[in-house]
């Protein structure tokens, strides 16, 4: 066992994976900022919804889709200028971020708008009923309804937020995707991308079990 693992540097395979959690962490942070604000947005500005407005729904929608359909390996070619425009470097974890932010944010953006559209619409009607405003209807009705699929969402993320970190090593922004790249693939070395691939693969099972958890404990069924 100890010849098989022989290529492995553990401390690079540590730095690895904590570059790997930093670039998660931050983008998905990020992403759920952005994304449950463009979610709400485009659940409200659509057909029959609180504030109905079709040029702002098929504009974000457009970009919405414009951006989920950009295959993230040419997002992060495309993106690498921006990316120096923000964080001055388009290398390691924070010239990994935003791409990721750009490619997942979307994505999560509809899975948001998908869990609002399944809030019965009684709970919206009652709200209305009572005076509240959209401010309100939106963060004491829908949001709080819709917890359950927006976590389920945020979990779905998180794990495509992995792969795309992984991806990412391509164009050097570190983590365990750079290190199998580098080592895994183009030194030929086994043992170095099965260490890899087994510590992804624990992390999406990590990620998963907690947003089931999470789910759970918010779910009202």
């Known amino acids: 066992m100890d010849g098989f693992f022989a290529n492995v540097d553990w401390p690079e395979i540590a730095r690895a994976s904590r570059d790997t959690l930093l670039m998660l962490g931050g983008s998905m942070a990020l992403t759920v900022g952005f994304g449950i604000p463009l979610g709400v947005l485009l659940y409200l500005s659509g057909k029959g919804r609180l504030a109905a ?3 702002v729904n098929a504009v974000l929608s457009l970009v919405v889709n414009i951006l989920r359909s950009v295959p993230f390996i040419i997002l ?10 923000l964080v001055g470097t388009s290398l390691g974890v924070a010239g990994a971020i935003p791409p990721l932010v750009v490619g997942a944010a979307p994505f999560y953006a509809r899975l948001v708008e998908t869990a609002l559209r399944e809030v019965d ?13 959209t401010f309100q209807i939106v963060t004491r009705a829908l ?18 937020l992995v792969s795309y970190t992984a991806m990412a090593g391509v164009v050097g922004a570190g983590g365990l995707g750079d290190l199998a790249i580098r080592f895994g693939y183009q030194r030929f070395q086994t043992d170095v991308m099965v260490v ?3 510590l992804l693969l624990l992390l999406v099972q990590l ?14 069924r």
């Open 143 to 160: 949001l709080p309804e819709a917890m359950p699929g927006i976590l389920a969402g945020a979990t779905v993320t998180a794990i495509a």
């Open 196 to 198: 890899t691939v087994v």
């Open 53 to 55: 407005n079709p040029v």
């Open 207 to 220: 990620l998963q079990m907690l947003g089931d958890r999470l789910v759970a404990a918010v779910s009202h």
């Open 121 to 133: 619409k009684g709970v919206v009607e009652a709200t209305q009923a009572m005076g509240g405003s």
């Open 76 to 85: 992060l070619i495309v993106m690498l200028p921006v990316t120096v425009l």
